[in-house]
């Protein structure tokens, strides 16, 4: 048994030896022709003479000769495209990273250095966050993970605006900083690991949007909100000319859509507003307000309004009660015809009822009664009804 352990511990002498792991660098081996000294000429040498201290730590300090090669990696391949340069860093690295890889034209992978979280944090919390976007607002808007240049983008009379990556976005009434924390949790959900978007309003480019003032008015039809300042209702008295003498003062309406699409009504007395201009019941108009003023009593005659994509909005009036009722398909040929772009399968009425403020929507299709004939479509108009045309909606 002792003869096997012996020819065990032989084998593996000699494989350290082919492995070069047995000698030191510099040693002479019996495969360079030196002749191995016996083992008690060794063992005498070792206690005779004492050995150098050079050798001995060079022998110490000496790497193996053989050392296994280092595997080597393939570089993964970036996406095409821009959309996910955002995502290349791993999900289960820490968020504070100051660079992640980017490509340039030619494929070379670079870094870039990105602004780390409580920076980035920084900037979104800088943005202005008092002034609401509108229509007819222009504003510059870019996320710093993709590299490219800010671009300016318009809010469509809708209040909405086709954002790079998510489509169209409806975003009225939100601040630029509202916007961007907004957009930051959308692109976060499906397209980016952290997304640092940044909006910044035009100020040499920036409109507040329009309004639209009806009714008992010398000039009606849209104006423009003032930049920066703002339009106050009796402004927009005195820029379309003035009341007539037939208008109701005391009960001037203005439509207001709100940032969740919901409609409301505000009743005013005019006669406030005028006794003291920018006083407290002289209020702002926002955009897409419509703000309708109505006869007087004794010089009531049945009315309803026409706005929107048509190309004469304003009053109608109704026709006497023993008449025919005007109907909406006629009462939109009144008004000029539909617009260009006009959705002429959804015209929206919208009616008052009886002992409330609430209002009730009706839609018509007013292109299948036009081309169609379609006679049993066709809607009765009521006092006071409001009829609104709006922007057909592409889809691509």
Known sequence: ??????????????????????????????????????????????????????????????????????????????????????????????????????????????RVPLPADAQARAMLD??????????????????????????RLTVNELGEVDI??????????????????????TLEKDLYFRATPIVLIDDIAQSRGAFYIYGQIHNPGQQSITPKSGT???????????????????????????????????????????????????????AQDVVTIPVLPDAKRARVLIYGLVNSPGEQILPPPNADPLMVSRAILAAGGFAPFA???????LRQKEGSTDRKEIYVDVLEILEKGRDDLDVPLQANDHIIVTQKVFNF
Do not use: C
């Open 232 to 286: 106050r209702i009796s402004r927009a008295i005195l820029n379309a000319g003035g009341l007539t003498d037939s208008a109701d003062k005391s009960r001037v309406t203005i439509l207001r859509k709100e940032i969740d699409d919901q409609e409301k009504t505000i009743t005013l007395d005019l006669s406030d507003v005028l006794d003291q201009p920018n006083g407290p019941a002289d209020i702002f108009l926002q």
């Open 164 to 185: 790079p990556y998510l489509g169209r976005v409806n975003i009225y009434g939100k601040t630029p900083r509202q916007l961007a924390l907004s957009l930051k949790v």
């Open 126 to 151: 800088a943005l202005e966050d008092k002034t609401g976007l509108g229509p007819g607002d222009q504003f510059t808007y870019q996320v710093l993970e993709d590299r490219d240049p800010p671009k």
């Open 343 to 349: 959705d002429r399968h959804k015209v929206r009425i």
């Open 1 to 110: 048994m002792g003869r096997g352990w012996a020819g065990l511990l032989l084998v593996a002498l000699a494989g350290l030896g082919m492995l070069g792991l047995g000698h030191p660098a510099g040693a002479a081996t019996p495969s360079d022709g030196a002749t191995a000294p016996s083992s008690a000429s060794a063992s005498g040498a070792s206690a005779t003479a004492p050995s150098s201290p050079s050798s001995s730590a060079s022998t110490s300090l000496q790497p193996p000769l053989s050392l296994l090669p280092l595997p080597s990696y393939n570089k993964p391949a970036l996406p095409s495209g821009r959309l996910n340069f955002g995502a290349l860093r791993d999900p289960s690295t820490p968020l504070s990273l100051t660079a992640v890889p980017t490509a340039s034209a030619d494929g070379t992978l670079t």
